[in-house]
């Protein structure tokens, strides 16, 4: 956060500390919401206690459960197929292209099923991809789509933010996203039935949904504590800096690192304007996970070696439920380098960090 965000943020916070204990209480979580709804241009916000509770409640608000399929790209981290998992419903793994787009939508229309109730396309590290293409085959199937955009906040396609195409939109507020308070998520949707669905879940269905009376359903509680409503909507008065911003460190890291034969910059096709959420190369040498993991070990936070990324097909964690293979999206991932950045970090790291990765890159190539 910049001296301004965090003067607003502890002012938002006293006032929180005033009202405690009143248990109705939701100022700061209401305000959010309408601020949300101004930021991104959309008619609905709720906000929730996670990212992962935001894809669980949006798949919940649209009806999906046990017995149903939904489509994911394989290119994606744990949580989103745990949030499918934790409806009932099965995930079904979309490979990538063999060209290397994360999302292969010949791949997606050969396993739509009768079962097939939604798609959730994953805008990891803030891309994307071809949203017009995967919207269009979904209205054709008459599929819901759910943006996992938990990564994408002011990320824009064709000049619209991400996170507003589909029928619900999800992000994360958890520290390193470019809207964050530490812990939190939030939903996006227009339609209204969806949205009250979506606020009575994240309630214990305490709360009346459009023809569902209060307490007639079961939900969970996932909302969004106070203090941390007025933390996130500090950061969010500061969005359009803080993705201008973003955007300049990963352009710079990516200049500072330069040509390097063997690491190709990603860059964004046209009509697509990530948020600059990380910096992204395909690495083309031998044992690029061993790269990654080496960055690591000096210091580069990367997705591969800090954290593990896999493609879901070949995660440990989802080895139990027998996801078919896709070996285009685990290659992709094996050999991809992605290096976020954070508000705080400066130029002189930035430069740091390019001196870093060129250094040994150029040792791993000659290796």
Not at 21 to 48: K, M, N, R, W, Y
Not at 222 to 251: K, M
Not at 277 to 303: K, Q
Request: proline share 5%.
């Amino acid at each position: 956060m910049t001296p301004a965000t965090t003067t607003t943020a502890t002012h938002l916070l006293a006032e929180v500390l005033r009202q405690m204990p009143d248990p109705a209480a939701a100022v700061q979580s209401e305000a959010l919401e309408a601020e949300l709804c101004a930021a991104f241009g959309t008619t609905h916000a709720i906000v929730v206690s996670s990212g992962t509770a935001a894809l669980h409640t949006a798949l919940a608000a649209c009806g999906i459960g046990t017995g149903d399929e939904v489509l994911v790209p394989a290119l994606t981290v744990v949580m989103t197929i745990a949030a499918i998992i934790a409806t009932g419903a099965r995930p079904v793994l979309v490979d990538a292209s063999p060209e290397g787009h994360p999302l292969d939508l010949d791949d997606l229309a050969a396993k739509i099923t009768p079962r097939t109730k939604a798609i959730i396309p994953v805008h990891f590290a803030g891309r994307t991809g071809d949203l017009d293409g995967l919207l269009r085959l979904a209205a054709a199937r008459g599929l819901t789509v759910i943006e996992d955009a938990c990564q994408a906040h002011g990320s824009r396609y064709s000049g619209r933010l991400a996170g507003t195409f589909g029928t619900i939109g999800c992000f994360s507020l958890k520290d390193g996203k470019i809207i964050s308070c530490g812990e939190g998520g939030f939903l996006l949707a227009s339609d209204a039935i969806v949205a009250a669905r979506a606020a009575s879940f994240r309630n214990h269905g305490l709360t009346a949904a459009l023809g569902r009376p209060a307490r007639s359903t079961l939900g969970l509680n996932y909302r969004l504590a106070e203090p941390l409503a007025a933390i996130a909507r500090a950061s969010l008065s500061d969005l359009a800096a803080a993705v201008s911003g973003r955007r300049h460190q990963t352009s710079l890291l990516t200049s500072l690192v330069g040509d390097l034969d063997g690491l190709d910059p990603i860059h964004p096709p046209p009509g697509e304007e990530p948020n600059g959420y990380a910096a992204l190369w395909r690495i083309r040498w031998a044992e690029p996970r061993g790269f990654c993991e080496r960055l690591d070990a000096c210091g580069i936070v990367n997705s591969v070696g800090s954290f593990g990324l896999r493609a879901a097909s070949a995660a440990p964690a989802c080895r139990s439920l027998n996801l078919a293979a896709c070996p285009h999206a685990e290659d992709l991932a094996d050999h991809l380098l992605a290096i976020p950045v954070t508000a705080r970090t400066t130029e002189a790291q930035i430069a740091d960090m390019a001196s870093v990765v060129a250094r040994e890159g150029a040792r791993w190539r000659a290796c």
